[in-house]
């Protein structure tokens, strides 16, 4: 068993690294040789994890450690175990879709625009026909992904059913020892607890959104908004805030390196502008399980650049953190969520003022407004993540429903947003995730309740979550085990409970 794993081990991470790396230059340069080459070492490593075989009575003599290692490689193949028609077909899509991602860039009135530029434009632009334009503009991808999107669902439920699934979301949840149950329950907690909060600060926004624009408050259609999809809201006063990225980057190496993590390589390392064919979302690729850890982002110099940032060191630090004496295989976060957890935590630095304008040297005008507002853009957020859960959920479960019409219930019913004449579209099929990064979204609202659970759980114990020895221990019990133990052992280690959704809903209540 030892000798097998770990002959295992070092192929999985070879195959791994290269397919990672092709990944990274992928996602960063938009370049199609880079994208047939990630193709092939994706195969590569999935066609590996689906030959793997051993013994059962092998299992027997095992250590704890190595029946780790089988139950996390177990749920790795989940994903290969089908036939290798299916598997090709499945990465040849995935790659293509990807690809086609990284390179998109919206058309309003002859003029190619990046997400960027869209957001800027609908955060000053008051002529609301142009509004309507670069709002239907930033969704003109949907059209181009959704039938291939549709053909990797139906895969994907095809391996699901041949795994004994009912559905690929379902097989994801088990694998990442996650359960519809815990989702329905943080859901009622989460609409019980905030619809009303969520509903006094959409008004909120209304007024000043009608004020803004000089326009009555009679509906409630997504351009009106600062983003396309309504997931997220950072007020006039918000993004007024001057800021330089690259003189902020030698503070945030201080700070972090008093909270015991080295970023400054990570820093160098990293690729934080806009570029022609790179890839519009922001991530952190752990390239070798060894210490290649790469950032990149596409930073707009602004509160929210520095929110971004943060919450990607947030991941990197994470993946730095986890022993690498452990087998290849068990360095990796214990759960997607945890490290979103942290991401989010890391993020919330930028909610406080006093920290903030230590940053940046410059004094924040009314504090208190600009941390109530921070905490309504989490709450619009939180929102408009149930809207995604919930219809991917229904994606798996039946594709072959309406989907533009479920998207659009589900919007009015969770975000409150008006349904627009033009509502037939398939709008859903802009978020990449739902692509390139499938039954992923719930890790966002699962990572929110934990970084407000961590964060009160630190603060009791230490006064203060972001202090050294706060982070020394979310660096020994959360970091360190790798995926070693389980996502539910390692909560307990550091919060001395079960996930609890209370912390979120008082943190954001009204
Ligand atoms: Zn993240």
New binding site residues.
């Given amino acids: 068993m030892k000798s097998f794993l770990q002959n295992l081990n070092e192929s999985l991470q070879r195959l791994h690294t290269a397919s990672m790396h092709a990944l990274w230059m992928v996602l960063t340069t938009g370049r199609k040789e880079w994208a047939e080459r990630c193709e092939a070492e994706e195969i590569a490593y999935q066609e590996a994890l689906a030959a793997v075989e051993w013994q059962p009575d092998q299992t027997g003599k095992s250590n704890r450690c190595e029946r780790r290692q089988l139950e996390i490689l177990e749920r790795e193949r989940l994903d290969s175990r089908t036939s290798p028609e299916t598997r090709r077909r499945i990465s040849q899509v995935w790659n293509e879709l990807n690809v086609q991602f990284a390179a998109y860039r919206p058309t309003s009135s002859g003029k190619q625009l990046t997400e960027q530029q869209i957001l800027r434009e609908l955060l000053h632009c008051p002529d609301q026909t142009y509004r309507k334009q670069l709002w239907q503009a930033s969704m003109g991808i949907g059209q181009h992904i959704a039938p291939k999107l549709l053909e990797l669902v139906e895969l994907r439920n095809q391996v699901a059913r041949q795994n004994g699934f009912d559905n690929y979301y379902v097989m994801k949840l088990e694998s990442q020892e996650l359960s519809l149950d815990l989702l329905d329950s943080l859901f009622t907690a989460l609409r019980k607890g905030l619809d009303s909060s969520y509903q006094s600060i959409m008004a909120e926004i209304d007024e000043e959104l009608a004020a803004k624009w000089k326009l009555p408050k009679k509906d409630r259609y997504p351009w009106r908004y600062p983003h396309p999809f309504v997931q997220e809201y950072y007020s006039d006063e918000q993004s007024s805030v001057p800021v330089d990225l690259q003189s902020i980057q030698s503070k945030l190496i201080d700070y972090f390196h008093n909270l015991g993590f080295a970023i400054a390589e990570m820093l160098a390392n990293a690729n934080l502008t806009s570029q022609d064919g790179k890839a519009q979302t922001n991530f952190c690729l752990h390239i070798d399980r060894a210490g290649d850890i790469r950032i990149s982002c596409n930073l707009d110099p602004s509160v929210r650049g520095i929110a971004i940032l943060l919450?990607?060191l947030g991941?990197a630090v994470y993946e730095q953190g986890i022993d690498r004496t452990l087998p290849f295989l068990l360095r990796q976060p214990a759960q997607l969520f945890l490290?979103?957890a942290v991401?989010a935590l890391m993020e919330r630095l930028a909610l406080d003022p006093h920290w903030l304008s230590w940053l940046l040297d410059t004094e924040i005008v009314q504090p208190d407004s600009y941390r109530r507002r921070w905490q309504n853009n989490l709450l619009v957020r939180l929102y408009w993540t149930m809207t995604v859960v919930s219809f991917e959920r229904q994606l798996y479960e039946n594709p072959g429903q309406p989907l533009n019409r479920l998207w659009w219930d589900l919007v009015e019913e969770i975000q409150g947003l008006s349904r627009p004449l033009e509502w037939d579209y398939p709008y859903w099929a802009c978020k990449p995730h739902l692509t390139t990064l499938p039954v992923y979204y719930q890790n966002y609202l699962l990572g929110e309740c934990a970084a407000a659970q961590l964060q009160d759980s630190l603060n009791q114990r230490y006064g203060c979550w972001n202090t050294r020895e706060a982070m020394q221990q979310v660096q020994e019990c959360v970091f360190s085990p790798g995926i070693s133990h389980t996502w539910s052992d390692i909560w307990q280690t550091v919060c001395g409970s079960t996930l609890q959704s209370e912390p979120i809903v008082e943190q954001l209540r009204k």
Wanted: net charge negative.
């Fill in positions: 919450h990607e991941h490290s979103e991401a």
